[in-house]
């Protein structure tokens, strides 16, 4: 029975002000569980609706059935789904999605040349470590810093033995530039005793393991098993892929966890390890977190709904100075980058 015929079927027991309610959480079912709701609102006869007023609560038998299974990452973070979560396609994705495939073909940004998937070495072993330890010092800090502190590391010989061995003052004062380094500092030395004790030096091989270690949250985790593994497990949400999902329109989003979820529920899997990348590098080079390039982006052209050409100059104050009016993304950002620091020791 469709929702609409179950209404008009029980006209004569539902109050007028309850048809909307009734109407709505019946749309929210599947259609097995509908049949069952109405099934069992049938039984109950809205027997307890009093004349004047309202329906009263369901039975107690009928159970408002989970909507949705949580994604194997918010398993792991304990996180709950939630139905807005759960959006449909764009229509015109896959078209902006190869606009922005061509204009990543043409220009090299930071994450393309520094980027944490751009460690290497002969030992397969110690090119995941690098990756590891990379994407450890990758929050909250800019690429050419991370890499600058990466190539400092390796020339010390980066190895599991020698985060053994170092004190953990004497890493910090080398990671310095980096965000939050004395954290860091604390992490590295930590996750270096578990990849000794549990996994020989190498990197976990599951996602689940990789997150047991200190500072290394959902979306490192599933970068590591992209860059390390070649795991395509998920999408690895950052700052550049959260704020231009939303300007995009492909989701409406307000903490990279969110908009993990919202891609992942329609994107199809065969560009989760891909997208990373490819925001990350047009948000450094086009759609700029400050002063997006627009006029050269080829989205600027009826794809785009945050399209904005000609920001207004105004004057700052006391100065005579013009100033970009927009200085500032309007996307609101709950959880900035630092969610795999999260996790405080
Ligand atoms: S048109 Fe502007 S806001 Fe839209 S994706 Fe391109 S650079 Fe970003």
Redesign the pocket.
């Known amino acids: 029975m469709s929702p609409h015929s179950f209404l008009v079927h029980h006209t004569n027991y539902i109050p007028s002000n309850q048809f909307i309610p009734v109407f709505y959480r019946s749309l929210t079912m599947t259609r097995s569980t509908r049949s069952k709701y109405f099934a069992d609102a049938a039984n109950f006869r809205f027997s307890t609706v009093s004349s004047s007023d309202q329906i009263e609560q369901k039975p107690s038998s009928t159970k408002i059935p989970k909507m949705l299974k949580p994604h194997p990452v918010a398993k792991l973070t304990g996180r709950k789904r939630k139905s807005s979560e759960n959006v449909t396609a764009p229509d015109n994705w896959e078209k902006v999605y190869d606009e922005i495939r061509l204009m990543r073909k043409n220009i090299v940004a930071p994450v393309d040349t520094m980027g944490s998937d751009s460690h290497t070495h002969k030992d397969p072993k110690l090119g995941r470590f690098h990756v590891l330890i990379s994407l450890m010092l990758s929050s909250q800090t800019k690429d050419t810093i991370n890499a600058v502190v990466m190539d400092r590391l390796k020339e010390r010989g980066l190895t599991v033995q020698w985060i053994l061995d170092i004190p953990e003052a004497e890493l910090d004062e080398i990671i310095h530039p980096v965000g939050f380094h004395r954290r860091k500092a604390g992490y590295i030395k930590r996750a270096a005793i578990i990849l000794r004790e549990k996994y020989d030096d190498d990197v976990p091989p599951t996602l689940e393991k990789a997150m047991e270690l200190p500072g290394v949250g959902p979306k490192m985790g599933v970068l590591l098993m992209h860059s390390a593994w070649n795991q395509n497990i998920g999408i690895g949400v950052d700052v550049h892929v959260h704020r ?1 999902s939303n ?2 329109g492909w989701v409406s989003t307000n903490t990279p966890e969110k908009t993990r979820m919202c891609l992942q529920s329609w994107l199809p899997p065969d560009r989760w390890q891909e997208i990373n990348h490819l925001l990350v590098g ?1 948000g450094q080079v ?2 700029l977190p400050r002063g ?3 006029e ?2 080829r ?2 052209n009826g ?2 709904p ?3 050409f000609s920001p207004k100059k105004t004057r700052r104050a006391g100065t005579g100075k013009q100033i970009d009016r927009v200085t500032e993304e309007k996307i609101k950002i709950e959880l900035p980058d630092v969610e795999d620091l999260a996790k405080v020791i």
Do not use: H, N, T
């Open positions: 231009i300007l995009l047009f086009i759609c997006r390039k627009c050269e982006c989205l600027s794809l785009c945050s399209v904005s």
